[in-house]
């Protein structure tokens, strides 16, 4: 009975130890205006968070090699994907659908706070999983009207907390995809807020509560 009360002291403390939020990280994924590159993964890192960004479709993953042209595209107008030699160089449904993961490291988890989509027009929708779960299977891209929309040049940022809550938004991998076979955009950013381990001070004051309740426990009996 005491090793149990005892564990569940612990399980306790340990559920209701705050996490530590660090400040809102923007990646700018628009390569600074580079030259067209191909490959089949970009890693980008941004104040102290690692993101490897991978390309698949709908039959598998997109692999960049000489004998099949496809893989991740990193253009000046955001991260996009191409399936093969003739198709474009944005994240579409033309042919098998494309998606793209975003995967981040260097913390516990992360909220999915907004992303910037381009190459917008006025047809595009998006989906969305957060670590292999659904969380959006047919969300509308905002923009795309006037002349921009109508040549697919336009651009918008989706604040998902909009539509999601956190919970529904926090992981460590975001895949983003199409709706359908109109659908084409690039994402030039995203941003998150990390979900750090909790600081050593917080967890002590925490450990000590535990302690006091021990302490309490025993004296009791």
């Given at each position: ?95 098998p659908d494309e998606m ?5 490291s260097g913390a516990i ?113």
């Open positions: 009975m005491k090793r149990s009360f005892l564990g569940t002291v612990f399980i306790v403390t340990a559920l209701f130890t705050p996490q530590s939020r660090a400040a809102m990280v923007t990646f700018d994924l628009t390569g600074g205006g580079a030259t067209p590159s191909l490959s089949s993964s970009y890693t980008f890192n941004e104040g102290g968070i690692s993101l490897l960004v991978t390309s698949a479709t709908s039959g598998g993953p997109v692999l960049a090699n000489q004998n099949f042209p496809g893989g991740i595209i990193a253009l000046d107008f955001g991260i996009g994907s191409s399936s093969g030699l003739l198709d474009s160089t944005q994240i579409d449904g033309s042919g793209v993961t975003f995967i981040f988890s992360y909220i999915l706070e907004s992303v910037t989509f381009d190459r917008v027009g006025g047809n595009d929708d998006f989906s969305l999983a957060v670590d292999g779960n659904t969380a959006l299977a047919n969300q509308d891209i905002p923009g795309g009207d006037g002349f921009a929309g109508f040549f697919d040049a336009d651009s918008s940022t989706f604040i998902f907390s909009s539509v999601l809550t956190e919970t529904q938004r926090t992981g460590t991998q975001f895949r983003f995809g199409v709706a359908g076979s109109n659908d084409d955009y690039k994402i030039s950013s995203i941003t998150i807020t990390a979900l750090a381990v909790p600081e050593p001070t917080g967890f002590a004051v925490w450990s000590l509560l535990g302690l006091l309740v021990i302490v309490a426990y025993r004296t009791r009996r």
